[in-house]
């Protein structure tokens, strides 16, 4: 479906087309709030003919890929995902917790996502009590002559110092992997066979380290809260609506057990629960990692045998996709639905909080506008070099990363902050003016000074459509050890002091925070990267075209004085007398230091 300039508003596939189009087009055939907001602005429908449901699927799963409709459910990639990893592919692997943007990489096994970071953390504290794997980096491995504490803790086999087998140390790695798959049971009775052997050739000291790795796991298995006798890996999926938002969760059993649950959002679709959960499957399960042996769903829908040979292409076993009447997976996916409703709700009720707070502050600060989009700047430097300024910006009251904007300043030769604001401002809203992008609120870090350049920017620029306000800790004046805030207003001769429970207090102090947060973190990197260019160029060979490469792969001297021989030949452009030059420098720094 298609709008009158020609972009496309909606993706479907249907076997009765006229039945479809009956049934977005003909009054109280769909009683969705979003119907009617989509055919409004239908003008055109262009159809595309395929000879089997198969091909239907993959076609309107690639056209929403490329096209992103805007009433189309689409998964989004820029949330980051808490996982564990087994770099099972070094000789001595270890588990790390790690970050990553949509799907890991393909350098190790990945288990997760976790609901948060906390649990991840707790997981990874208990495997490293389970199994003594190696805690160390790369290069403390390579270097280090005698073990380390956590041998003597009885938390690491030590293999940096050959203290142990290849053998027995994958056995460990072994365990690790199958522990994290929730294959605990298999353990336990590996770890009961192996300490009657060890007590029975008189071993006592591993018989006695064997049987409290099993107290450790039995302790584990207890815990357990949630526990379905299912046999297989399952996710159960649940869709729940109010309005135009909708909520899909994903409760995500392994080994028998629950370990996890993602929820994702979406607004104004127009897909009904069939044809969004379709949508969901193909795109979240199609080339997945994380596959599991079936799919729990809470409605029937179309041909779910060909969907299932879709998404299972490429894997060891064909997925079943399910819509179960009673039971143990029926009860799994009522609970995934009472988490989706639950979830909705606790969301409903922050938003609901974060507009009131927007209209107070309106009706506090005597802004013109609703503060929708707001946004905040602030200006670093060190000693006057390497001066920079961010720009965070928040959207109904959370930040909005994708608006995020950094600045190198180039008129700045000392540390003048009003010299640096008056920069990045006009820098920044005359191209807002240009390509109509201005917000509603501008918050400025600083006093009444700060305010008047902000006021002056725009009134050069002949900006009259934003509001302005700036925020300073009141000098002078402590309350129990703490400064209060004011906020000065245009043409207002006295600050605002906000009580210390402001919800307004609150939200004005996050963004300051965050914009100092990005300013700093800018400038460390702005730093880091001049120390590693006046670090290398005294290295024979390299030149300024080498020094770039070497701080785009590395991004700071530290991380290039930690690299070891072969990340050093991994970077193209490097040849190996290039490498042993680096080495030999960083070794002399080294001994120096």
């Keep these: 479906m298609k709008a009158l300039n020609g972009s496309i508003l909606y993706v479907g596939k249907a076997k009765n087309l006229r039945q479809r189009v009956k049934q977005y087009f003909l009054p109280g055939r769909d009683s969705r709030i ?112 005698r073990p380390c504490i956590l041998y003597d803790m009885k938390k690491c086999v030590a293999p940096c110092v050959n203290l142990v087998s290849k053998e027995e140390y994958n056995v460990y790695v072994d365990r690790t992997i199958r522990f994290l798959r929730g294959h605990d049971t298999e353990i336990l009775q590996e770890l009961y066979r192996e300490m009657e052997k060890e007590a029975e050739a008189l071993e006592f000291e591993k018989a006695a380290a064997s049987l409290k790795t099993i107290r450790q796991i039995e302790i584990t298995i207890e815990g357990q809260t949630v526990d379905k006798p299912l046999g297989v890996d399952s996710d159960a999926l649940a869709v729940f609506r109010q309005g135009e938002d909708v909520i899909v969760t994903q ?55 060909i969907l299932a040979e879709v998404v299972s292409s490429g894997q060891k076993r064909t997925i079943q996709i399910l819509t179960p009447q009673r039971g143990d997976k029926k009860s799994l996916v009522d609970m995934a639905y009472a988490n989706a409703e639950a979830t909705f709700k606790k969301e409903k009720d922050i938003k609901a909080i974060r507009e009131k707070t927007l209209f107070e502050m309106q009706e506090t600060f005597r802004l013109v506008r609703y503060p929708e989009r707001i946004e905040c700047f602030d200006n670093s430097h ?18 909005d990363k994708k608006r995020y904007r950094k600045y190198k300043l180039r008129t700045v030769q000392i540390p003048d902050d009003y010299t640096a604001m008056y920069e990045v401002l006009v820098r920044r809203y005359r191209r807002g003016k240009e390509e109509n992008d201005l917000p509603d609120l501008l918050i400025v870090d600083g006093g009444k000074g700060h305010l008047n350049i902000a006021l002056k920017v725009l ?26 805030e004011q906020v000065f207003l245009p043409n207002q001769r006295d600050p605002i002091l906000l009580r210390k429970n402001s919800p307004i207090l609150f939200l004005l102090q996050q963004v300051r ?15 880091g990267k001049k120390t590693i260019k006046s670090a290398v160029s005294s290295i024979a060979g390299i030149g300024p075209a ?41 070794a002399a720094d080294n001994s120096h230091n």
């Design 513 to 527: 925070d965050e914009a100092h947060r990005v300013a700093i973190t800018f400038q460390r990197l702005r730093r």
């Design 251 to 305: 409760l995500i059993v392994r080994g028998g057990k629950l370990t996890g649950s993602r929820h994702y959002d979406f607004t104004h679709i127009a897909e009904d629960d069939h044809e969004l959960l379709s949508s969901f499957i193909l795109q979240h399960y199609l080339n997945s990692d994380n596959f599991p042996h079936e799919i729990l769903l809470p409605v029937e829908i179309s041909s779910p045998e």
């Design 459 to 484: 009134n050069e620029l002949n900006i009259i459509t934003m509001d302005v306000i700036s925020v300073a800790k009141e000098e002078g004046r402590h309350d129990k050890g703490q400064t209060s």
């Design 382 to 399: 060190l000693g006057g070099e390497e001066p920079v300024s961010s720009m965070v910006a928040f959207t109904d009251g959370i930040p």
């Design 546 to 586: 080498k020094t770039k490469l070497l701080l785009k792969h590395f991004g700071s001297y530290k991380n290039l004085k930690e690299a070891t021989r072969e990340e050093l030949l991994e970077v193209k452009g490097l040849s190996k007398t290039n490498v042993e030059s680096i080495l030999t420098f960083i």
């Design 34 to 145: 979003v119907v009617p907001l989509l055919t409004a602005k239908v003008a055109e429908i262009e159809t595309i003919i395929v000879s089997s449901e198969k091909e239907a699927l993959l076609l309107e799963n690639n056209l929403i890929k490329q096209h992103k409709p805007r009433y189309n459910a689409l998964l989004k990639d820029d949330k980051t995902y808490v996982a564990l990893k087994v770099n099972n592919k070094h000789k001595w692997p270890t588990v790390r917790l790690v970050r990553y943007k949509g799907k890991p990489e393909a350098d190790g096994l990945y288990f997760g996502p976790y609901t948060s970071a906390l649990s991840a953390r707790k997981t990874l504290d208990l495997l490293q009590r389970l199994f003594p794997l190696r805690q160390c980096t790369d290069q403390e491995l390579a270097s280090r002559k």
